[in-house]
């Protein structure tokens, strides 16, 4: 018997070739035709869903009638289609649900009612680290060291490929998580027998890691969750939501020559920035659709997180089939997606279909695009190309102290920045990049000084000068570029270009090429590519995001000695979507996001300190100078490699078996049964200690008194500052961990892959070398003061133990974009298990916010146009929340009294706004935690 009462009368039916499909129309409800795109799968979810308790005929009358002017203010419950994971995220996940097994058992349930009830696929492609590069064997030594570092947590994951139901692992060594997903994960249309009939209907997906949001380009409505959110939602937990505003993006023109589908996103995400879309979807719409190819689609879909929005999605059209066909998805798979989307009015047509209603609009000319980058430390942080030199000048001397000030030759745009009267008089820098050959000097005018300090090194026995700004990284890395083949085509043709000029790339640079899918390196292989990126040591280091989750290595040794025997600020060019601090290497200060071309451009320039427009990369045979523009590929030569390159064969060939692995997936022995063997001598993999204690019914929420600061922070503090995916020092609380368990500092991995194991974890919380906690002066790193011993400096990790042990909670003071950046659930995780009951910011991200209401933590929101600072409030204060309790009695209070003691009895007084923006986190929070609200729901309904 149907669950779903139908109340609209929207079931039918849908014929496609021979096949009968059972879908919910929504043509039939008042307002869908004028939706968006991206609302009226919401609207088709929420028809398909409708149970007369959590969904009901009031929420499907609301979203059909949405009023695109109006503020969200209308729950509704979201059931995506499916969850997709990277490794990172996704072995705890997987932890948490074998946990939960326990858990369920011990409260008196079935524990094998812990099961994915949607499709749950998982891509390992986080793990793999740049420690060989430059060499023909780097890929497989590279996959060798990830086997021998990780063979633990993949065993883990091979026994939850086998113990739960629909989760499928995506074994090492094929490609990046996003990539595959586009590439063949995603169904466009989904297809689901359902109480004995064929259900066809909007292939939706939330996914552990943010740049989820790629799979928009396919006309796929998803986005990044956490891992605990990701958790909920396969267990059948639908995302709960308010029906949000939708900015209509209209693209028009075409991308002029020169510029790249890179510099199209930098620039919309700039623009996004600006605008303000948090918590917004946005959508893209108008004639200018049609020509936007699916890579390119992709490619800005991916970098939503960087705007902040929930999604940026474009709807399904031609070119979506095109690209449905070319990557090898079935003639039948095409033909339904193409009659689904007609039959529901998703099918973009400017010319047939009544012009959508948005909340907002916005527009950009692609014409007006010009080649650019983004850093030294944010991706909506654009400059142009022209003006990169001048911008690295003024940045330099945020990243840097002493050192003799330099003339930069180029014309002073930064009115203010230097004072002509305070410039020293030198001449222009003769500086070595490798190719042999001095600055070029031609420009006249204001000039721009920078910091210079030069350091002689030597690299297998040849001589070197490094000095800041010189690139120590170059990657080509990130599923956001290496996943559109006209920018990843453009970079190996303008290698060709280069290599055939006679230029080199300097010995200081770290070179790599990490595609996000195989099908990459075959059609460089067919256009005979690889000989020429080898030449400039672009050899394949993995499938996998290495440098862009901070996998990137160490850097050469020499350069690594130089940096910090004399504190050099060395940069890292990379083409992927996060460059935050501390998060690439650190080693590297300053990090750029560029294109796949620029990348290659860079590295043969050597710094940063760069003028394309002026001084030649190097001299070709004859001893005439070669600028960028004499090795740069022209468009069409770029397209036409491609179409004789890439063909349907190589998609279906590369993905025809993909979950069976190599021989080294194949031989992992895999442990067996329905819940997991811990292992207490495991450092990867341990039972965490969420669900202890826990009973059947929730306690009381209570306020919270006697509180202390654990770290007041500044604005812009990302997930990775919080909670780092990179590298563990040896003399931090996690590498001393480590160490005690008898492990070497070179098996030590990241943070990122022992995710498994809360005791590393949570020492790292908070551990971000570049971290700045203004309960200290000067201070970088995981410290604070710990007001049980005299307000003395120690770890974060220390303190925090020291006010469990005293019954003290922990409260964070914050301030603009808190927890912005990656979906990373361990931010909230570890916040939580350092005993941190609250979160007092001046505004969120929204993954964060959710995931600390996930982990049971208060995130407040100081009073519009205040802060910490404004309130008088430097850190030292004990704080009581009061108001909280309200919670008990089924209401949401919209603030909670904060009142903040200080030393001397003063006390500071104001009303925090409670960022509990939803009935549904209510419940969780008044679970202590949405796993324990889910835990306790599968307990009861199976009472």
């Known amino acids: 018997m149907s669950t779903n009462p139908n109340s609209f009368g929207a079931k039918g039916t849908l014929e496609v070739g021979d096949q009968s499909y059972e879908i919910f129309r929504i043509g039939g409800l008042e307002g869908a035709e004028t939706l968006p795109y991206s609302l009226k799968v919401l609207l088709e979810n929420l028809l398909r869903t409708e149970d007369g308790k959590n969904i009901t005929a009031e929420h499907v009358n609301a979203l059909a009638g949405w009023d695109q002017d109006a503020e969200p203010d209308t729950e509704i419950q979201f059931t995506p289609a499916r969850v997709i994971m990277q490794d990172f995220t996704g072995v705890p996940c997987i932890v948490d649900l074998a946990t939960m097994r326990e858990a369920m058992g011990d409260l008196g349930g079935d524990p094998t009612k812990i099961n994915p009830l949607a499709p749950a696929e998982l891509v390992i492609d986080h793990s793999v680290i740049i420690d060989v590069f430059g060499r023909q064997d780097a890929f497989e030594r590279n996959v060798e060291i990830e086997y021998e570092r990780n063979g633990e947590r993949y065993q883990f994951l091979r026994w939850g490929q086998t113990a739960f139901e629909d989760f499928k692992v995506v074994p090492p060594g094929t490609g990046i998580v996003h990539q595959v997903n586009i590439e063949h994960l995603a169904r466009t249309v989904m297809t689901r027998e359902v109480e004995g009939q064929l259900q066809a209907y909007p292939d939706t997906c939330v996914g552990t890691d943010s740049h ?3 799979v928009n380009g396919l006309g796929v409505l998803g986005w990044g969750v956490g891992g605990i959110e990701a958790e909920a939602a396969m267990l059948g937990q639908p995302v709960s939501m308010l029906i949000p505003r939708v ?32 918590g917004k979807f946005v959508e893209f719409y108008g004639d200018g659709v049609a020509a936007v190819p699916l890579a390119n689609r992709a490619t800005i879909g991916n970098m939503s997180p960087e705007f902040g929005s929930t999604c940026a999605i474009f709807p399904i059209d031609e070119v979506t089939l095109e690209y449905l066909r070319l990557t090898g998805r079935s003639d039948e798979q095409v033909a339904l997606v193409e009659a689904y989307a007609k039959e529901q009015g998703m099918w973009h047509d400017p010319e047939g279909n009544a012009e959508a209603r948005y909340s907002e609009y916005l527009e950009l000319d692609l014409s007006t695009v010009v080649p650019s980058i983004a850093g030294p430390k944010r991706p909506q942080d654009r400059i142009a190309l022209s003006e990169s030199k001048q911008q690295f000048a003024a940045d330099l001397e945020n990243y840097t102290e002493g050192g003799v000030t330099v003339e930069s030759d180029v ?27 001095p600055h070029h000097a031609e420009h006249v005018g204001p000039e721009i000084e920078r910091v210079s300090h030069p350091v002689e090194i030597t690299i297998d026995d040849e001589q070197a000068t490094i000095d800041h700004g010189h690139v120590a990284i170059a990657s080509i890395t990130s599923c956001t570029n290496t996943s559109n083949p006209s920018v990843m085509m453009a970079s190996a043709m303008l290698a060709k270009n280069a290599v055939e000029k006679g230029l080199t790339v300097p010995p200081w640079v770290k070179t790599s090429m990490a595609p996000g899918s195989k099908v990459v390196t075959g059609y460089f292989d067919k256009a005979g590519m690889w000989p020429y990126l080898e030449a400039l040591g672009f050899h394949l280091v993995g499938y996998g995001c290495t440098t862009c989750i901070g996998n990137s290595g160490p850097i050469i040794e020499e350069v690594s000695e130089a940096v910090n025997e004399n504190d050099l600020a060395v940069v890292s060019v990379l083409s992927g979507n996060r460059n935050f601090e501390g998060r690439i ?38 001893g005439n100078d070669v600028y960028l523009k004499d090795i740069w590929p022209a468009p069409e030569d770029v397209e036409r490699t491609i179409a004789s390159s890439i063909s349907r064969d190589m998609f279906t060939e590369d993905y025809a078996d993909v979950f069976a692995g190599d021989e080294r997936w194949r031989s992992l022995s895999t442990p067996e049964g329905d819940t997991f063997a811990w ?3 495991s450092t990867y993999v341990r039972k965490p200690p969420y ?17 202390r600061v654990l770290a007041k922070l500044g604005d812009s503090v990302t997930t990775d500052h919080i909670s780092p995916a990179g590298a563990i020092k040896a003399d931090s609380p996690a590498g001393k961990y480590l160490a005690e368990h008898g492990i070497e500092r070179k098996d030590f991995n990241s943070y990122g892959s022992r995710r498994g194991n809360h005791e590393v974890m949570i020492r790292g919380t908070f551990a971000n070398i570049r971290l700045k906690n203004q309960l200290l002066d000067g201070v970088e790193g995981g410290f604070t003061r710990d007001f049980t011993a005299g307000g003395e400096q120690t770890t974060i990790y220390d303190a925090a133990q020291n006010y469990a042990a005293a019954g003290t909670p922990l409260v964070i003071l914050a301030g603009k974009e808190y927890g912005s950046g990656s979906s990373r659930d361990w931010a909230a995780k570890g916040t939580r298990l350092l005993g941190v009951k609250a979160v007092i910011a001046e505004s969120y991200e929204r993954i964060h916010r959710s995931n600390l209401i996930g982990m049971g933590v208060l995130p407040l929101q100081f009073p519009a146009g205040q802060n910490a600072d404004s309130l008088g409030l430097d850190g030292t204060e004990t704080f009581s929340i009061s108001g909280v309790t309200a919670l008990n009695e089924g209401s949401v209070p919209r603030t909670v009294t904060v009142t903040a003691e200080k030393e001397s009895g003063e006390t500071v007084e104001f009303e925090a706004v409670l960022r509990i923006d939803t009935p549904g986190e209510a419940d969780y929070y008044r679970n202590d935690g949405i796993l324990q609200y889910v835990l306790r729901s599968l307990v009861g309904s199976a009472a």
């Open 212 to 214: 989820t949001t790629m």
């Open 247 to 278: 900015v209509g993006f209209k693209l028009s023109g075409s991308i002029p020559a020169g510029a790249t589908a890179t510099d199209v996103v930098l620039t919309i995400t700039e623009m996004l920035r600006d605008h303000g879309v948090v």
């Open 411 to 437: 014309d002073r745009e930064l009115e203010g920045t230097f004072p002509a009267s305070d410039a020293p008089s030198h001449d222009a820098r003769d500086d070595d990049h490798g190719n042999g050959h």
């Open 585 to 622: 290497n650190p080693d590297v200060k300053m990090n750029y996001l560029a294109s796949p071309p620029l990348v290659i451009a860079y590295a043969l320039a050597g710094t940063m300190d760069f003028d394309f427009d002026n001084e030649p990369l190097g001299q070709d045979q004859e």
């Open 679 to 681: 292992d207490d001598g």
């Open 691 to 707: 669900f202890e204690g826990m009973q059947a019914e929730p306690a009381p929420v209570e306020d919270i008194s006697g509180a």
